[in-house]
């Protein structure tokens, strides 16, 4: 075996680009390119699944929702709590709504959205399509005349993408609960005007860029781990790494496109 | 034997595959293929792992792309036909998979029912259940209607895919190794249930196995599959009594006599 594939070697020297890591890279990137582009065809031309797409919506919405409930609450006590001493130390424990309000809107709720997806919806669909992959199952869909591109990975993108912003308005909403709980509870404030506090320096712009992010958050999460999960090989052990890979690179993905749309909305504030 | 002769209608051709080639990189796998399949004929590709026995019936069902060569299925030339048409001609072809490929995600109702409910949507609830219960009738599993693939047997599996391929009366079965991994009588059962199929659906087949018993049973012809190419044709009595020493590992392997 050994010598068989060193007389290959020898008669066939493989030629790389720049060197053979790098040529993978830019190959997978390639890959993954080609993907996206095979997802808005899809996404476009019918027959739509709007049946599977609800079902998936739900499954997403079940999936993450106690965990998203818990971080959300927890987020929202925790940072009052940890920013109360920097602000009190001016006597400025008044403009904790505000700063807590800024906080969660703007950054805190689409990142820890994203970031909770990525883990728990991107690494059940990695899995998912990995070891439908791996048995044949996607190979059995194709034969019964059921496109399993459309069947699988349009509708589980659609369906990160709607979930994505509907649980980050509601993880806001949690965070929010939750610094209102810890503010209640140190500054005896009233609901009414913690509300009042809290939003007086939040924008249309803050908002919708938030959304933007979680969309955005939303469809990468799907197409990642769809595009790992679709393209599985070498059997369990690749269900495994497919998993795992989803998460991480969406994740990673996730904490680039912040950085960006953040950039980008800066240039919009006056 | 004789009895199933009488269906092979010798006169038209379901699957005919000429000179055809499918590498993987550097790997040839496939080196000039010639197969002709007739009307309600069993044929039986033999063969060991690796050469590309199951690379041959996705070819023909449009899974792969082929590099070289015409493969003619029922009329239609998979290779230049368009999505939509190849999705047509799958509704005709029944592909029992090695591994079953089972949807996990369903119960065994809902596996069989996928198919259906996708494709014949002008059916009634009610006779997508009968249809359901009858395909499973067939393949004598009602009892585990309501269960999951998980909760079934290697070879409980093997009849429920069959069973799932059956609901849509395709015109060609191809089946891949379909007793691999399964005990002597569970393999009989499924070697009956093919013959079964045979005859009440008049479907042509390709079985595509290692399992000499199975061959025996199930085929009216004989290929052998040996490093990419058909090496030896014919019954099972001719195959094996040519005395090819290429077959003969296979034969002493199979304790065959
Ligand atoms: N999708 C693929 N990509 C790359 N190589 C493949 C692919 N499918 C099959 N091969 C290669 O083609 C060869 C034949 O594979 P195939 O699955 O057809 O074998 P087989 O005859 O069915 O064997 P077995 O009896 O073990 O099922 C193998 O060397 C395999 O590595
Ligand atoms: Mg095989």
Excluded at chain 1, 93 to 121: D, N, Y
Excluded at chain 1, 155 to 177: D, E, G
Aim: proline fraction near 3%; aromatic fraction near 10%; charge should be neutral.
């Amino acid at each position: 075996m050994h010598d068989a594939s060193m007389k290959l070697k020898q008669k066939q020297p493989r030629r790389y680009i720049f060197t053979q890591k790098l040529d993978t890279f830019f190959f997978d990137v390639y890959a993954f390119g080609q993907f996206v582009a095979r997802f808005f065809r899809a996404l476009l031309l019918p027959p739509y699944e709007f049946k599977e797409i609800i079902r998936q919506c739900y499954m997403i919405g079940v999936k993450s929702l106690s965990l998203i409930t818990l971080t959300g609450f927890i987020t929202g006590i925790v940072f009052t709590k940890q920013s109360r001493p920097s602000l009190s130390d001016f006597g400025a424990t008044s403009w904790l709504p505000s700063l807590v309000a800024i906080a969660i809107i703007r950054a805190l709720a689409p990142l820890v959205t994203g970031l909770i997806t990525a883990g728990k919806v991107g690494s059940n669909i990695g899995a998912e399509l990995g070891s439908m992959k791996v048995t044949e199952q996607i190979d059995a869909m194709e034969v019964s005349a059921t496109n399993p591109f459309k069947f699988l990975v349009v509708t589980r993108v659609i369906a990160t993408t709607c979930m994505v912003p509907l649980l980050m308005l509601y993880m806001a909403l949690l965070a929010l609960l939750g610094a209102f709980v810890n503010v209640h509870s140190n500054e005896q404030t009233s609901f009414i005007s913690f509300i009042e506090n809290g939003f007086h320096n939040i924008s249309f712009l803050d908002i919708f860029s938030s959304l933007l992010k979680s969309i955005v958050f939303g469809f990468t999460i799907g197409i990642v781990s769809c595009y790992q999960g679709y393209n599985t090989t070498q059997g369990t052990q690749g269900v495994g790494r497919a998993a795992n890979t989803s998460v991480v690179l969406a994740m990673f993905l996730i904490f680039i496109e912040e950085i960006i749309i953040v950039q980008i909305t800066n240039w919009f504030r006056p | 034997m004789e009895k199933k002769e009488k269906h092979i209608d010798r006169t038209k051709l379901v699957i005919s595959i000429r000179d055809l080639h499918k590498s993987f990189g550097t790997n040839h796998v496939l080196r000039g293929i010639d197969l002709d399949v007739y009307q309600g004929e069993n044929v039986v590709v033999l063969g060991r792992s690796g050469t590309g026995k199951s690379v041959l019936i996705k070819i023909i069902a449009g899974l792969l792309k082929p590099d070289k060569g015409s493969v003619n299925v029922l009329g239609n030339e998979v290779t230049a036909i368009s999505y939509s048409g190849l999705e047509q001609l799958r509704l005709r072809i029944g592909f029992s998979f090695q591994s079953s490929a089972l949807y996990d995600s369903m119960t065994v109702r809902e596996n069989l029912e996928f198919p259906l409910l996708r494709n014949s949507k002008h059916l009634s609830r009610k006779q997508v259940t009968e249809a359901v219960e009858k395909a499973l009738e067939a393949v004598g599993l009602s009892q585990t209607i309501n269960q999951w693939p998980a909760e079934l047997s290697g070879g409980q599996r093997k009849r429920i895919g069959i069973a799932r391929t059956l609901i849509m009366q395709p015109a060609i079965m191809l089946y891949d190794e379909p007793t691999a991994g399964l005990d002597p009588i569970t393999s009989m059962e499924i070697n009956e249930l093919i013959n079964e199929v045979q005859q009440l659906f008049n479907t042509s087949s390709i079985i595509i196995t290692h399992d000499l018993t199975c061959a025996k049973e199930t085929g009216d012809r004989m290929a052998v599959l040996l490093d990419g190419q058909f090496v030896q044709e014919g019954s099972f009595e001719d195959v094996f009594a040519s005395g090819d020493e290429r077959l003969k590992s296979f034969y002493d392997y199979n304790f065959i006599t």
